[in-house]
């Protein structure tokens, strides 16, 4: 309805709706207009064509670029991975990855704590591998490697995919800083110096802090903008500007799809510190849009 019931001959780009089904109808119903069309929280594969954004990596580009952490950093590393019978997959690109791994198997899903000291070394960093969706996995092998730290060990946390079961509360973000848990994420932590303005004219609006799906809002939004601004149209702003675009929370990259249209392929890798922050793990590739 607000297609047919509005002029669109003067519309540079298009953010929404969030529901595929209608996403998708949008994208076709503006595609002899090469409008783009931006989807800001899926991250499923839709059909609309060249025009189609979905401005959110997929789970399996968040976990590649875990992967591509990993063999860029793991050198040298005691590498141990830990992983249930439904992990098999993953189990297996690290296991090529890194063909000399230790590796440690649920048992009933269950990890116990001899397991896990028998595969670390006392004169080495040691890297834990976590994969499991699995609360008793997840559970049983943070807590056994919290008490293994008694031992001087060095020992540091991975995951290619902090799925829903490391919110349980049996798994303490404590116990996962102490380990400075690493995984990818879609969006970090905002930086209150860098996002103050931001934050206290949200506040003054609405009365409440900005919750990451405004603030994912925001960010897409004015990244929309600023490539408007800077280039001829969102098209053009791929080939004048390389790199990402970084704001509060967010970054993006968009890439080519196979089916069609573009998604946002830009991960950050987090790590959770001791005393609770989030940090950056690495971001080399990171490019924020000076040039704006």
Not at 34 to 53: A, H, Q, W, Y
């Amino acid at each position: 309805n607000i297609i047919n019931t509005n002029n669109f001959s003067n519309v540079d780009a298009v953010i929404g709706p969030l529901l595929q089904s209608t996403t998708e109808a949008v994208a076709q119903r503006l595609r002899n207009r090469n409008i783009p069309v931006f989807t800001p929280l899926s991250d499923k594969e839709m059909r609309g064509g060249n025009n189609l954004f979905i401005a959110r990596p997929t789970q399996q580009e968040m976990s590649n670029t875990m992967l591509e952490y990993l063999q860029k950093f793991g050198e040298g590393k005691n590498i141990i991975i830990v992983s249930d019978s439904k992990s098999f997959e993953i189990k297996n690109k690290l296991n090529q990855i890194f063909p000399a791994a230790r590796t440690v198997n649920a048992v009933d899903g269950y990890v116990s704590e001899e397991s896990l000291k028998n595969a670390l070394l006392p004169a080495a960093q040691n890297w834990v591998i976590l994969e499991s969706s699995s609360v008793g996995v997840i559970s049983s092998t943070v807590s056994a490697l919290n008490r293994l730290l008694r031992e001087e060990l060095d020992i540091t946390l991975f995951t290619t995919n902090k799925n829903d079961s490391y919110d349980n509360e049996s798994i303490s973000n404590e116990d996962l800083g102490k380990l400075y848990f690493h995984y990818p994420s879609v969006d970090k932590e905002y930086n209150l110096e860098v996002s103050e303005d931001f934050i206290s004219k949200y506040e003054e609006e609405f009365g409440v802090t900005p919750n990451q799906y405004a603030v994912r809002g925001y960010d897409l939004t004015m990244d929309v903008l600023l490539r408007l601004g800077a280039s001829e149209d969102i098209y053009a702003s791929f080939n004048d500007f390389n790199g990402f675009t970084e704001y509060n929370e967010n970054k993006f990259l968009y890439e080519p799809q196979p089916g069609g249209g573009f998604r946002n392929k830009a991960v950050y890798i987090l790590q959770i510190n001791p005393d609770l922050t989030l940090q950056i793990a690495d971001d080399s590739q990171s490019n924020i849009f000076r040039e704006f």
